[in-house]
């Protein structure tokens, strides 16, 4: 398996992939309001204009071979969340990869490009009822704050994690369960 940014023609498989996880994510509660088009606009958007707002926006892939597996993203976090800190934006793996420790070798990938520069705090926004909202309270996750989307219907925990804490149980479960 090979970890690495994402180019922009892979872009688009992201967001075939993030699109096609909705339903998962929010439990068939709410009906999935993705379009491609847009989804990848804002995609290319976002990366597009870290410089323009001072931000670090990384994508990051993993891939057997070709084959896309799934993807990470990370930004730095809004004041509001952490004055010091680094946002989870995205994080999907095809569910035939789970229990790899795909997940877990692309948020210490994001977390080694944070880290260095002395981000403090990993963010999570996540909704309460999707299954990934207990991944994140096994890795020591914390909620700190809520908020809702879609009109009130769908709540969504925000996670803290103390990043460099976070980074150290990621590699050493990396290094005991899953080879490098």
Avoid: C, H
């Amino acid at each position: 398996m090979i970890i690495r940014k994402l180019n922009e023609e892979e872009y688009s498989q992201a967001i075939d992939f993030k699109i096609y996880s909705f339903n998962e994510e929010v439990a068939g509660t709410v009906s999935n309001p993705l379009i491609k088009e847009k989804e990848l606009n804002l995609i290319l958007d976002w990366i597009n204009s870290a410089e323009k707002y001072n931000d670090i926006r990384l994508l990051y892939g993993a891939f057997d071979n070709e084959k896309f597996m799934g993807f990470a993203g990370a930004s730095i976090a809004e004041n509001i969340d952490s004055e010091n800190g680094i946002e989870l934006n995205y994080l999907f793996v095809k569910e035939e990869y789970r229990g790899q420790g795909i997940s877990l070798k692309l948020i210490n990938k994001l977390l080694s490009e944070f880290i260095p520069r002395d981000f403090k705090e990993l963010i999570v926004y996540n909704y309460n009822i999707s299954p990934s909202n207990q991944y994140y309270r096994k890795l020591g996750g914390k909620v700190k704050n809520q908020t809702s989307d879609f009109d009130g219907k769908l709540l969504i925990d925000i996670f803290s994690f103390d990043a460099r804490k976070l980074n150290e149980i990621l590699q050493e479960m990396i290094l005991d369960r899953y080879s490098i």
